[in-house]
């Protein structure tokens, strides 16, 4: 609290002992009570002032608070004039002691006459000095002569005011624990004051001054316990009223996070706008996690008002390292002088905002898992700044923010609980919401007919295909029907058998499984063949708790349905080839020399995060519609999906001639059709697809395999799955399509291929030379390719006679062709392993990969 050099209106403080904070808050202020006091009246007033305080003390919870913060804060800066005119003292400062931040902080006035809070560390200049030695100290004369005067020095010529002698002392509680430190400049001799100017004005001309004296110290220590007592209970005060404001705040804003529609989007916004009132924030952010990816993320509101994604790495920024260890990080004005500030500075500078104070704070479910952060920037000043542009904050921002405090924290601790509760309901409902979706999706996808009920076996939901089989429109409506009065089955009891599903008294009962039953539609509709599955449903943690149960129809009508399933999966020469000869695709099958391919899309799960459950089964449609057909072109069977992957055979379950060649040529194949598949995307303004292909050609065990209710045809064995570890394997390698050597050796002279490595998969003991197919020999390669692989030959043939070194020279040489050519810098790294870790006499040039 600085003192000023205006004169204060007349007035007196004994009227402010006797009637209270009404006159304060009515006209009156503190400092023209003060003003005119002499020194032995000054006794007179802080005693009682004093007295009263402890009754204000009292009575402090049944006071309205609103204001009483401004009315305390006038009453330090009153003291603090008042101390500096009793030893006649230019300027006065008190710094109080923060000690949660291990600061002293103090507030002026700026040049335009706004509160500026200022804060130094604990040892920084003479007051830091003094508050760490607890000692006085007096410099009499001339401040410019003692070394400590270069920030002095510094406001000198920034300012022109002039500093000749300070005193600075310690205020010491009764246990002898600093409270602040009083601060004095440029000892007025009180006869020179009178007969010239104003203070500022005899200082400036170097008109007679005098250095403070041991009477000086002596008169401060008689008003120190005083002094000290009016500080220290003003400061509760304040807190007081900061907490009740605050808490009331909280207590509005849990109150409209409750209310808050069990949205995400809506949270978010209730979370950030409520932490940002209840802070009095310019700015607030919540950040939620997502583990998967590694990263915390937001949706922002740009100019035009739409929503914006963003997200960083989970450890990146403020806002990552608390995502990454869960402590909350407070950093005071200045956040500049912050080592990790260097980001921030550059989206300042990048959009004009200046960033002064932060405070993070990690969210936490009730679960206690870390699920968000809280971030909230520039803690704005008590009072109505809104006319300032935060484009001029730059220049002094201090004058109207604040840093955010140890109150502020544990408010936001306590807000954090509430968000946590709010934000987990939302998450828990979008993730309801997404699963119904998807279930819809399923069912209508479904070729067979189901139907669900509840308790009492009235229909709750039938899928189009269910109301097809019943001979009923898509349109129609049979919703609370009973399920026994649409379905009849020949020659047996459909009533009966749901009357067991919905009271079962064995587990087989829960699940019944009547394959070719003749189901007779109640409507009159055709009659169909039907596989009937009926299954009770029950909750997962009392299965005697019945909630309904679900009929499955799997139509088996005539051949033709046979042979449309058995066309999704095989070409329909194959199919016919299958229904003439069934032997060829027995139950439990049998041993066949095969090529087995993988496919799976590169970044799948970025790829679809954003895009809603229908946008990903479209585009997972329209690209499996394109690469299965490069399956069926070249004669092999589609085995199955893998989510975004495909597994198709080459040579199963009817014998492949060159299967391995048939492999090849689908994957060359399938890499063109993905260029096509791409321009496609790119003129709807969507992003490319990237894929990764393995192929291994080995002997398996091909047939159907499963049990009664439930088979599948495929492929199993070793060779199935060194395949798909190949696939995964190319990702190693920076490479599209990887095969191994029983797959290339029968294409060799039809394929350009590079020879990559000697490996042996995880869970495997015998190692296999892996191959990247370039492409056919039909086809050309560029003259930097070839310039690659020759070098990469030769690089490779060192590495096995152990010459890592020169190795590493045509590695080197690699990947001056094309920096991107990962399996050049992959093998350079080993080399670099060998040279300082040699292999064993023993050692056959492989190498052991760690990951699937």
């Known amino acids: 609290m600085n003192h000023s050099n205006s004169h204060l209106p007349d007035s007196d403080l004994g009227q402010l002992a006797t009637q209270g904070n009404h006159e304060l808050t009515s006209g009156g202020s503190f400092a023209s009570f003060l003003a005119p006091l002499t020194p032995d009246r000054f006794r007179e007033v802080v005693t009682d002032v004093e007295y009263k305080l402890k009754i204000v003390n009292q009575t402090l919870s049944l006071l309205d608070m609103q204001g009483f913060d401004t009315i305390l804060e006038e009453m330090l800066t009153s003291i603090t004039e008042k101390t500096g005119e009793l030893l006649n003292a230019d300027r006065t400062t008190i710094y109080l002691l923060d000690e949660a931040k291990n600061e002293l902080h103090t507030t002026i006035l700026g040049s335009d006459g706004r509160p500026c809070e200022i804060r130094i560390a604990f040892n920084q200049g003479i007051a830091g000095e003094v508050a760490q030695s607890k000692q006085v100290i007096n410099i009499p004369f001339d401040f410019f002569d003692d070394e400590r005067s270069y920030q002095a020095k510094q406001q000198y010529e920034k300012t022109g005011y002039r500093t000749y002698t300070m005193l600075v002392l310690p205020l010491l509680n009764e246990t002898g624990e600093l409270v602040a430190v009083v601060q004095l400049i440029n000892k007025l001799k009180l006869n020179k004051l009178k007969e010239s100017g104003t203070p500022t004005e005899l200082l400036a001309d170097r008109i007679d001054y005098g250095g403070f004296t041991t009477e000086d110290e002596a008169i401060f220590r008689e008003f120190a316990h005083c002094i000290r007592l009016i500080l220290e209970s003003s400061r509760s005060f304040y807190i007081a009223a900061q907490r009740q404001r605050a808490a009331h705040s909280l207590m509005m804003a849990t109150q409209s996070l409750s209310q808050s529609r069990l949205d995400l989007g809506d949270t978010l916004r209730r979370v950030m706008d409520e932490a940002k009132q209840l802070m009095n924030a310019d700015r607030s952010t919540l950040w939620l996690m997502d583990k998967d990816a590694g990263e915390i993320w937001t949706r922002l ?294 090529s087995v391919m993988f496919s799976d899309i590169r970044s799948y799960t970025t790829l679809t995060e954003e895009l809603a459950a229908e946008d990903v089964v479209e585009m997972l449609n329209e690209y499996f519609e394109v690469m299965v057909d490069a399956v069926f072109a070249n004669r092999g069977i589609l085995d199955k999906y893998i989510g975004d992957a495909l597994m198709a055979v080459f040579g199963s379950p009817l014998p492949l001639e060159d299967h391995q060649w048939m492999a090849v040529k689908t994957a060359v194949e399938m890499r063109h059709r993905l260029v096509d598949f791409n321009l496609k995307r790119a003129s709807r303004g969507q992003p490319d697809i990237k894929i990764g292909i393995g192929i291994n050609s080995d002997v398996v065990i091909s047939g159907n395999i499963g049990s009664s209710k439930r088979m599948e045809f495929t492929a199993i064995g070793d060779g199935v799955n060194l395949s798909a570890r190949l696939e995964s394997t190319s990702k190693l390698y920076g490479t599209d399509i990887l095969i191994s050597e029983t797959t290339y050796r029968p294409c060799a002279d039809r394929v350009w291929a590079r020879e990559l490595d000697y490996i042996r998969v995880k869970g495997k003991t015998k190692p296999v030379a892996i191959y990247e197919l370039l492409g056919l020999r039909t086809e050309t390669i560029s003259e930097q390719k070839q310039q690659v692989v020759e070098h990469y030959q030769t690089a490779r043939e060192m590495y096995l006679k152990r010459r890592f070194a020169q190795a590493i020279g045509q590695f080197a040489t690699v990947l001056e062709i094309d920096r991107h050519d990962q399996a050049a810098a992959l093998h350079i790294e080993r080399c670099r392993h060998w040279l300082t870790n040699p292999p064993p006499d023993d050692w056959n040039g492989s190498w052991a990969l760690t990951e699937k």
């Open 301 to 594: 509101t740009v100019l035009d008002g739409s929503q914006k994604e963003v997200r960083i790495p989970i450890g990146t920024g403020f806002a990552g390292q608390v995502a990454a260890t869960g402590k909350p990080i407070n950093i005071s004005f200045d956040l500049y002088d912050d080592p990790g500030a260097e980001t921030a500075k550059q989206t300042d500078q990048a959009t004009g905002y200046r960033t002064c104070a932060l405070l993070c704070m990690p969210v936490y479910n009730p679960e206690g898992e870390l699920i968000g952060v809280t971030q909230l920037v520039n803690k704005r000043r008590q009072g109505d700044y809104s006319k300032y542009d935060p484009r001029d904050w730059p220049q002094a921002p201090e004058c109207w923010l604040a840093s955010f405090n140890s109150s502020d924290q544990e408010f936001m601790h306590t807000f954090n609980i509430q968000a946590g509760i709010a934000l987990q309901n939302a998450k828990l409902f979008e993730t309801i919401k997404q699963q119904e979706q998807l279930q819809r999706d399923i069912l209508r996808s479904l070729s067979n007919g189901v139907i669900s009920t509840d308790r009492q076996g009235n229909i709750v939901c039938a899928n189009e295909s269910a109301k097809k089989l019943l001979g009923l429109d898509e349109s129609s409506n049979l919703e609370g029907l009973a399920v026994t009065d649409l379905i009849r089955i020949e020659r047996a009891d459909f009533r009966r058998w749901i009357g067991m599903a919905l009271n079962p008294r064995l587990e087989r009962d829960r699940e019944q499984y009547y394959p070719d039953q003749t189901m007779v539609p109640e409507n009159g509709g055709d009659q169909h063949s039907v596989n009937l599955a009926i299954n009770t449903i029950a909750t997962t943690d009392d299965p005697s708790h019945i909630l309904g149960v679900v009929v499955v129809m799997d139509d088996i009508t005539d051949a033709k349905r046979l042979k449309s399933t058995m066309y999704r999966y095989m070409t329909q020469e194959l199919a016919e080839q299958l229904l003439e000869n069934p032997d060829a695709a027995k139950m439990g099958g049998d041993r066949k020399d095969v």
